[in-house]
């Protein structure tokens, strides 16, 4: 629902709903259906948001913001999950439940300004974000067996957990958009983020420009770089409300060996996950109105959730830290034909790389959790 109750000022109204189900989620070639599970998610948002020019050049913007997102993953049985050589059988593993309660309040404003060292077109604001999570884990036994059909190993979990995390994200950030001289615009920002699960204060800077390199507007080079921090998210704070898993041995012959182990679950220093990340894009106009463009992209992820067995004092543990690393790297070169909307023809190649810790924390105790 949009409204302008009077000039200057504009008032947006929306509400969404948004259900989903997914049946034999996860199956494949070594997980047939009844290892698979049933997932159901059902999403909610209001969101009100109030444009106001103060001035000519000033503009100021306020959201506010409310959701509720629920998630439930349910097995087709109750019997244990068996893994094999030649896939897996039973019923998969574990059962959850998940709230999470979302509110957010956000004002920006927007300033243009002339001075002798050209155009500005200032951007202030902040955000406030306070997120509620609360879920239930229920797992069940996971039996590894040889491929002669005994078994090699016995995983059981303790009871059902529950777990609850609260927290409120803070952020503030200013950007100016510059244009000293016309052929080359500035772009240059600064955002604080506070981290409201794991209580660390970060600070962003970003930069971009944009250069017109001949006067005709035939050859652009843009380009960026800036520093990113992401959102913790809530479950990592419940980690170690999870059920522990217990290993039980056994030999050739299928009687037990040794005495059983109790992994538990502890977190270690953990640190606000952050990706550094450059561009650079060159822009050409060529004879006969093509366009030919190449652009470089680099992103270096660091600080990322990861979780790695650990076995150095009395007690053996899954211990989640801040230590996972990633890295992104992409090349395009594209050419475009003709002009205007009638006839266009467009010819790209791209070519990426990417690596990451294979361990990642979300891969084992998410919403699609491993055994």
């Known amino acids: 629902v949009d409204v302008r109750p009077a000039a200057g000022h504009a008032r947006t109204l929306s509400a969404a709903f948004f259900p989903r189900r997914l049946r034999n989620a996860g199956m494949d070639t070594f997980h047939p259906p009844e290892v698979s599970r049933d997932l159901r998610s059902t999403g909610y948002h209001l969101s009100f948001v109030e444009s106001a020019t103060l001035s000519p050049k000033a503009l100021l913007s306020s959201r506010l913001g409310a959701s509720l997102f629920d998630v439930t993953v349910s097995p087709y049985g109750s019997g244990p999950m068996e893994l094999t050589v030649e896939g897996n059988r039973g019923a998969f593993f ?76 803070l952020a503030a950030f200013v950007q100016d958009q510059w244009r000293p001289v016309s052929p080359l615009q500035l772009d240059l920002g600064l955002r604080v983020d506070r981290d409201g699960v794991l209580r660390r204060t970060s600070l962003g800077p970003r930069f971009g420009f944009a250069a017109t390199l001949v006067p005709s507007g035939a050859l652009i080079l843009r380009g960026g770089a800036g520093i990113f921090y992401e959102r913790t998210p809530l ?38 996950p952050r990706s550094r990340v450059l561009n650079l894009e060159l822009n050409m106009r060529a004879a006969r ?28 543990e899954f211990l989640l830290r801040s230590t996972g690393r990633s890295a992104f790297e992409e090349t395009e070169v594209s050419v475009r034909f003709g002009e205007g909307d009638e006839r266009q023809l467009t010819c790209s190649y791209v070519r990426s790389h990417v690596t990451g810790d294979s361990n990642s924390y979300d891969q084992y105790f998410g919403t699609m959790r491993a055994p």
Do not use: C
């Open 94 to 169: 574990n059962r959850q439940d998940r709230r999470t309660l979302a509110y957010e309040w956000a004002e920006t404003l927007t300033l243009s300004r002339q001075s002798r060292a050209g155009e500005h077109l200032l951007k202030a604001g902040i955000n406030v974000l306070h997120a509620s999570y609360r879920g239930h884990s229920d797992s069940r036994a996971v039996i590894v067996r040889r491929a002669n059909g005994t078994i090699g190993w016995r995983q059981d979990f303790g009871p059902p957990t529950s777990q609850r995390v609260g927290g409120t994200d």
């Open 235 to 272: 479950n990592v704070g419940a980690f170690e409300s999870f059920e522990s898993p217990t290993v039980s041995w056994f030999g050739p012959d299928g009687s037990p060996s040794g005495v059983p182990v109790t992994w538990h679950l502890r977190s270690g220093p953990l640190y606000t």
């Open 289 to 316: 109105g093509a366009v030919v463009k190449v652009n470089h992209l680099r992103r270096n992820g660091s600080r990322e959730f990861v979780v790695d067995p650990a076995s150095e004092g009395q007690v053996p």
